[in-house]
């Protein structure tokens, strides 16, 4: 890496480009990029015209030697690469709003990395996210793969199963999120808390919390079960825990497992967004339409403030700590979604799990957990179970498996609605899933 | 036991106890019972002599040198027991039908070994057996506990991790009823099939299945999912399986996984039922009736037929039969619940599990299992932390604990469900719950 | 296995064969052979002629309809077999004295399963069993193989890392002995007694002992260690230990224990026989000739009873026994070398154990056994590790792993020693080791 | 901790005093210690106030403002402590010296912490550091206990299981002296190179090392291998490896190694040593001599430059480093004997292991390890296994347990050598294990 450092960007036209090269541009002093390579598919094409435009824009406001590279040819961007990004969406938005409206009228959870909507979303991007780990076999095979494509722990888990490449890293904004809601919750700064993370990809547990080295973790857990403090903790959780759960269960908990701790709660609300015209991806769908005007603007040279509200921030600002960390050796300690190797007791040494670990120039190590306390053990171990499966019937195309995986789902856990579902959705995605329709001739 | 076996049957005022005097005196020769101690509480003290008299009618027809002793003596009972058997309910049929309607009215499935209902079972049934097996220390310690009270995986791992009480074990009449099923499916002889069973209590799994010890798994689930047999799988079963489900999952399911695999659909059955004053208390309330009525009959000397219909069917059989291998040290294959030792991976080596044994004089030695199927793990998992979580509730009368078991129970999945429920069930119960309500005076 | 059963007994040559005969005409009832196939290499015609015509004489004795072929064609013997069992010895007695004498040389114990010896023995075993393994696949796939070719441990766990051959059991003579030694010291019938082993080949432990299933393992321990019964126990085991030792040890211990809990005491005897021209193959290459001699009588039609000095007895027996529980699926419990499957805790799932198993018509099931005892836990962890990359060396002909293999032995401990013995060892049997003597040209 | 911290130090009159002085003052400004205790039994009196004065000298050197205080009184130096920090000698070096003399006489080796001598070591120093233990709960109960005793790790494994401190950090030179040697190897900086530690005090490996955070294990290997670099190797090693074994073992070995790996060429060597009187204790006591003659000059106001020829250097250091980052939170990684907490599989969760951890203000947190290679496991299991019965031993003066500690040990692996050397190790000790010698009256 002494000529200075490659970096290719999978998915480029995402709306999020612009906090990635904000990224590279602040820490550019430890990270000293010297090419940036932004790759799509023919279908974002214009998006990765607008966002690249701005991303040069960003850099020449910079000052700094970057070279941005805006390219259809996913191999010359892959090309002799140091560490390989990946945020596409297979399908862009419209396969979204398929993955949330469709479950809804099964009445089941909508949404695009739990239930259906995870399971369709890991159907479509595992084979693609195959074919590049094939093609950084051949082309850059010393590269790290940074996947923040959702569902994160799925595609870590399939990458890690079925192909060869053992450098990758699974990145996700949830566990930064959660650190910064406690700083704002004991008024501190992020940088003096630290949390123990356990689990897996949007099922992850924070085991201890500390300011400053010391355990708030009692302190946290009063505070978060305080009727006082209601407003403040929906605000900073959108829901509260019910104060008897949050204190026998005696960890931090995440956004996502509002899905299965508050089940019904959380499809009550989602039908009526769903009635009303409002599921995430109308609203993302407006939102970027939204940004995308503003990044065509050619005097803005700087990530615009409106794209926080998007609700991947600090995603990319997560992938380009990480890649400075391990380019530098830097050994501090990150969450991120990595080969498990024994942290967490009972679950698979082989499959990926979120967890805190130090970052070294040989990628994640993860620190030991022993076993997780036991009543989380059971869900975390399912969702597992549900990863696994649903890996396993995307590399493979096989009906049955992704039928299994659906059943065994918590927010479905009916082998009648599995197959309903799968059906629709099957013939919904088709053109983003050829593994399920191969032709047997006779 | 030179001099012939004590057995004390811990609620043996039950409508189940003909079927396990029909035990004694079929294996008697095996099994040289010469006391049978049937005890009850005060408020069964009327089913207690109905049913003593119709046991001692029996004994005397068979002609055997056996003794039967009714009491509501607890203690004169357990003295030096050989073994001890245990099938009462607290609270009697009026806490099942509780279990059963209160669930319902939040729209959760009410049934008496799962979700709430089996957690308040546990609550209630918990203390009663520690409180025997404090006894069973002092007056019989050499005894063998055969449990068949329900939630019997609950109580066991409870009397594993809060008794002094090592030699115990949890009969359930699950596994010898699939075996029924499948000799039925494959029109054989029971005695020529053979289930490698493993999993929780009401959670098993039949990992293989043998005719002759030749493995027909696959015939098997050919036949479970071939449309032209439907109505006779129907008939085994109760319902049948989608196809693609069965076919993935590849592993034999019992029937209380209806609950977790068709969640929705069971729960629209008994909410039918619930409207139509016909839950399974009431049912069983009614059938209760009618058979002891048939047992005051001064003139009936045998088990009467319409027991079967009770719906526990070779339970004391199988206990019987249980008991019988333990005497003789048979070292034959049972499925029993007894300590993990290490037979399922990831559960704890001091949790209960179903499992094949190998039934030794020293008790029940669980033949190795390894890794359960990926697909399974999550869910058995999930149930033994939910098992653990209400066991340590019901010990120590944690309020925040009964509502975290709720809450990770997958028939509830709600913080908020779980807190109403447990909040009317603990008062509904309040009579049998003394744990949840020590009056601590300021 | 409708027509009756086919065995071919590779190896058939040995002297053991008329054991193995006498097994199959004793068991006829419950296990009807058809056909015994003795397969052997042309350096051992002659005496695969003289053993397999005394076996034929033994069959015709018996008057069952079991037909016996002398073959040098294994594949004709392997053809279509139920079974076969493994008796072999490559390098006949010459090389198991050269195990035995090299290491002598170096002060170091000779010894033909243990150490150098059983390094040197496993080297040139494996090759010899995987090519078996790869003809059955080709030619009986459904046939199960049961080795007792020493060390079986190490071949056993070849087999099952290295060969496609799922069926494999390995068989020892050391468990039954401990039993009937036992036996003897309680002065109760064999049958009375039962022990529960866990542990390697030449390294189990009985880690419960039983009486018509009640345990008597603190009874047998305070015999062992009691001083007026010394000169009984050494009778029995050889050699008594301190009683402190073994009651701190707290399980029974194998007659191959002393060399690693008797190291020096053990050296220094081995030193002596070897310096008289005693060691085991000198003592058992006259044992031998003199068999062959009577083994020629054309009047003998009998195993005749000086078999039983030669070392192996109940070994054959074992086999016939092992082989009849598999066929008639009898599920009885039987100590053998078989896959670990989670059953003894800190082993690997996939390497070889030596455990009480249930014999079943898919083989053997083992027992769980849990944690191994912590005093024993290290030095079967040891073995293992020794065994393991003994076997990696076997099928690779790495020269560096034999020498990690031998230093790591606790008989030898040395990178020294290890290289000088590995060095003359490879060297004398040259012959029999072709992948250490590939040849490489430029 | 705001008003500064306390430290006190049993075995205050220790040699090495003064490099830890040292370090406190290099460390000042990180660590901004108010007051430290050296405390010391009476028969070191002596030694304690000539070390305390060269200490007060030094600090006055600094103009720092630490105070030191020099007592008896145990109890007064742990009042109140942050951290408490354990170097004494139970015995002192006379026990040393028959530490390592008797072994000889049987023809075992004489070493302070492996073997009969690590064995006694450890039944002297276990007692007395519960007794710390027990001190600190009442007096400290939130200090750090950082103990660099040897035996250091089956010190750390008795009060892990034994005492109800859970903050116990064991600490050892020698990680940081295989670093150091690597260092001067690949002639780097040694802040550039790190190795990843695992496995058990005096039994660590290097599973892996790099400079500037990149893998150079091949390299170093290779270097460790050549010929060509002999005598520079057998300068940092005391003595090479052969090249085949190390190249197959793969991992980094420790300078102990060499007592398990060359058994027979360490005995040798310390055999004639021991015949020269050149034994350790032989030398240290003559250098002790010499450094406190030294220590006693008014004018010394500095860490003598002598003392590093005493052996232990680098280990004051290491303490120092250790309580400045737990102190600081400074999350860096250091190799320590800790809690495995699942960080090595198939050892115990709750046992003592030495492995790189991350240095947080809550301790230190392992990294996970996952399965340690194949060729080393077994002997790490073992020597666990040694210190675990030991430790059982020190606790309960069971001697026959001390005996069985003794033949599993690998240095020993006689029952019969075992008894006669703890018989005769006892009687030497007798005044430093009066729970060996508890008189029990009728």
Redesign the interface.
Known sequence: MTKGIKIATIGGGSSYTPELVEGFIKRYSELPVRELWLVDVEAGREKLEIVGQLAKRMIEKSGLPIEVHLTLDRKAALKDADFVTTQFRVGLLDARAKDERIPMKY?VLGQETNGPGGLFKGLRTIPVILDICHDMEELCPNAWLINFTNPAGMVTEAVLRYSNINKVVGLCNVPIGMEMGIAKLLDVEHSRVRIDFAGLNHMVYGL?V?V????VKDEVINLLTDPNNSSFVKNIQGQG??P??????DVLTCPYHMY??????MLEKDLKNFENGETRAEVVQKLEKDLFELYKDPNLDIKPPQLEKRGGAYYSDAAVRLITSIY??K???QPVNTR????I???P?DSAVEVSC?I???GP???????LP??????V??????E??AAEAAVTG????A??AL??N?LV???????QIVDEMLEAHKEHLPQFFKVVEA
């Open positions: 009445g201890d500390y400053d080295g010391v355990s825990w019910e008897s759960f949050i204190k026998a269960l299965y701790y508050k089940t019904r709660e530098n050796d050994r501090d300690i498990n190797n024994g942290a007791a009972s679950l040494d130090v070294t120039k040989e190590k993860p620190i030991s957990v022993g076993d036991v009543a989380v053990r059971g869900l171990q399912q969702i597992k179970s549900f696994r499966v096989d009906y049955d498996k039928v299994l059943t065994i918590p856990a009916s082998d009648k609605l599995a197959k």
